[in-house]
């Protein structure tokens, strides 16, 4: 616990920079008195809109909160939606120099409706196409001129667009070339792009529909996947092995709801970390909070296994409130003490 304070309180030396795709979340908050004439749905009576950064931006968000300094890069449409996002991380004194403006594409919005402490219904805007080859070629040359001002990389792939195969090659061997701690939120169906890097952070499904997905040699019949119930301790386990073999990872965490996280290292290590969350209101961007506060503690110098804790103290403390939301380090300090 001692080292762990030591780390947090090292986090505003650090620099990071975030890639990957840009939401803008929206709340109408409001309550519900009666039933719609028209169907059978609840009539939310709105008071209240709040906007807050998502996906990417969440994470970077996360980061600012911990006091770290942090860079964004990613795309926003030229659009209304796009300059409250700017607003919003401008205001939170997140680098943008980063945020391209591409204006054949729509910034990605999230609407959650809530009523009381209940999310109603949430509609979501995107646009998911293959950002172009252009674009890769600003963001590399980005990367590669900014390169030695961070510390680590953090890739967000929420699948709308930004995150390519070629795009994330170059990443890779640039944070490589150049010592870098490299991490991805990873998108199941792009597991094999995340080739080499630091670390992972997938989730339990994220987890089984890539061993899946994958085709590793031999999968189907050491797991007899059954794609109608979830993967037992000891599969996940095989799985996460097998992933880090075949993707040469330095490590994976694999987080498990109430079960807590799973912390496997290339070395053969594994750990089991139960939760430390006290109450769970809500689970919106508890993943960019993990992914945060794991890579925040590798760049102060943390290990592996302290930078896990750390994540989940963090990831613990987001899921007891309402909202996409983040922590800070009177917070983190204040809960693992």
Known sequence: MKNLGKIIKRFNKA?????????????????????SPEAPVPVVWANKRTYVPGGAANVANNIGSLEAKVSLLGIIGKDEHGKLLLNELKDRSIGCDAVF??????????????????????????????????????????????????????????????INAQLLHQLIGLARDNKKVITVDPKEEHFQYYSQVTAITPNRKELENAVRNLKIKDTTNRFRINNDRLFNDQEIDLAAREIISYLKLDSLLVTLGE???????????????????????????????????????????????EAAHLANYAAGIVVGKLGTAVTSRKELLSRIS
């Open 15 to 35: 620099r990071i920079l975030v890639i990957g795709d840009l939401i803008l979340d929206q709340y109408i908050w409001g309550k519900v008195e009666r039933v």
């Open 101 to 162: 403006v591409d204006p054949k594409r729509c910034t990605t919005l999230k609407t959650r409706v809530v009523a009381g402490h209940q999310q109603v219904v949430r509609v979501d805007w995107e646009y998911t196409q293959e950002a172009s080859r252009q674009l890769n070629i600003r963001i590399i040359n980005f990367v590669r001129s900014r390169i030695n001002d961070f510390d680590a990389l953090i890739i967000e792939d929420y699948g709308k667009g930004l």
């Open 259 to 305: 079960a807590g996280m799973r912390l496997f290292e290339k070395e053969g290590r594994v750990t089991h970390i139960p939760t430390v969350a006290q109450e769970v209101f809500d689970v919106s961007g508890a993943g960019d909070t993990v992914i945060s506060v794991f890579t925040l503690a590798l760049s102060c110098g943390a290990t592996k296994i």
